[in-house]
């Protein structure tokens, strides 16, 4: 995960592929490519924050069954207002 002022990336309407909720909020993600593996399955997704800034957060895996199971556990992400020392909710 990188979070940013501005997007890190620009997502291709024709790379989405799923589309669930990160803290409550709907999301796509969107296809992505590992250099190098072709045995890997990786999504990315971008995440507005109420404060201004976006999470860019990217997952993958080594099938799309396990892909599966780890966007689902993003859906539990929460974030909390900026400040020095603003973290995920749960760590």
Same mark, same amino acid.
């Given at each position: 995960?990188?979070?940013?002022?501005?997007?890190?990336?620009?997502?291709?309407?024709?790379?989405?592929?799923? &589309?669930?909720? =990160?803290?409550? +909020?709907?999301?796509?993600?969107?296809?992505?490519?590992?250099?190098?593996? %072709? @045995?890997?399955?990786?999504?990315?997704?971008?995440?507005?924050?109420?404060?201004?800034? &976006?999470?860019? =957060?990217?997952? +993958?895996?080594?099938?799309?069954?396990?892909?599966?199971?780890?966007?689902? %556990? @993003?859906?539990?992400?929460?974030?909390?207002?900026?400040?020095?020392?603003?973290?995920?909710?749960?760590?």
């Amino acid at each position: 995960m990188y979070i940013s002022p501005k997007p890190s990336f620009e997502p291709k309407r024709g790379n989405s592929k799923e &589309t669930t909720q =990160i803290g409550g +909020q709907p999301v796509t993600w969107y296809s992505s490519e590992i250099a190098g593996s %072709e @045995t890997l399955v990786a999504r990315e997704t971008l995440l507005p924050l109420r404060d201004g800034r &976006t999470a860019h =957060i990217w997952v +993958q895996a080594p099938s799309q069954e396990a892909l599966n199971a780890t966007l689902g %556990e @993003t859906q539990n992400l929460r974030f909390g207002p900026a400040s020095a020392d603003t973290q995920v909710a749960g760590q």
